[in-house]
């Protein structure tokens, strides 16, 4: 699996967004942002398998995604 990148991190601020089934809802983009911060890396790889060629908005830590691209 390739690791996991975020090319453009979003600089909108997510304790201002409503929150959602998903994590939360963003106003200005109009989207909701998953909620990454409480799975484990196997939640997180399933995920992306499972939405291979999607754009994703999303919220994760930073020590995660290290942790996460360390171990895949």
């Given at each position: ?14 304790n201002q967004m ?22 484990t890396n196997e ?19 930073q020590a995660q ?8």
């Open positions: 699996m390739a690791q996991l990148t975020i090319p453009t991190p979003c600089t909108e601020d997510w409503t929150p959602s089934a998903k994590g939360a809802f963003c106003q200005k983009c109009q989207v909701d942002v998953m909620d990454f911060t409480e799975k939640e997180i790889k399933n995920f992306f398998q499972r939405n291979k060629g999607k754009k994703t908005c999303g919220h994760i830590r995604l290290a942790n996460f691209n360390n171990s895949y």
